[in-house]
């Protein structure tokens, strides 16, 4: 769990060096998968379903 933790960790920064921000639903995922209800396929499904990226 706490490589998934770094990851994210430096996802989010990178994101933030980029000027963007995480939304909320997104973020909501990523805690999701940080804590291992989910994988990270799952994931990135949701994140592309929620934004219509195929």
Partial sequence: MEARKEKV????ANEKLEGLKISKSTKKTLD???AGKISAKEAAQQV???Y???
């Fill in 52 to 54: 219509g990226v195929k």
């Fill in 48 to 50: 592309y379903a929620r």
């Fill in 32 to 34: 999701e998968y940080v």
């Fill in 9 to 12: 960790k430096q996802a989010i």
